[in-house]
């Protein structure tokens, strides 16, 4: 069984950082492509960014690009979400994916999601 699983969510004031993880377990990491969605209340799912199973390219939203940094490493089966500058409409549940189709993924149909971990960012 694959399983997800989040880390590092928590309360930061605005302009702070945080730095979420996501280990994977149950199949092979190396040839999965990771990323991260978010939900904020009362709204759907949205893409965040992705990175490819060796890393070397990374996607990004619009409006994270420039404060939010994906990496992985496959030696540890672990895939981050390195978040700077931090808003007040970053604040949702941030979910860890992972899937075999980028375009899939990006659509919000990852094969795999973790249970997510709520990142809330005060004013």
């Known amino acids: 069984q694959v399983q997800l699983v989040e880390s590092g969510g928590g309360l930061v004031q605005a302009g702070g950082s945080l730095r979420l993880s996501c280990v994977v377990s149950?199949?092979?990491?190396?040839?999965?492509?990771m990323g991260w969605f978010r939900q904020a209340p009362g709204k759907e799912r949205k893409f965040v960014a992705a990175?490819?199973?060796?890393?070397?390219?990374?996607y990004y939203e619009d409006s994270v690009k420039g404060r939010f940094s994906i990496s992985r490493e496959n030696a540890k089966n672990t895939v981050y979400l390195e978040m700077n500058i931090l808003k007040p409409e970053d604040t949702a549940v941030y979910y860890c994916?992972?899937?075999?189709?980028?375009?899939?993924?990006?659509?919000?149909?990852?094969?795999?999601w973790g249970q997510g971990t709520q990142v809330t960012v005060s004013s």
């Open positions: 994916v992972g899937g075999s189709s980028l375009y899939r993924l990006k659509s919000g149909g990852s094969d795999y």
């Open positions: 149950g199949r092979t990491f190396n040839n999965l492509i």
């Open positions: 990175i490819s199973w060796s890393g070397s390219s990374t």
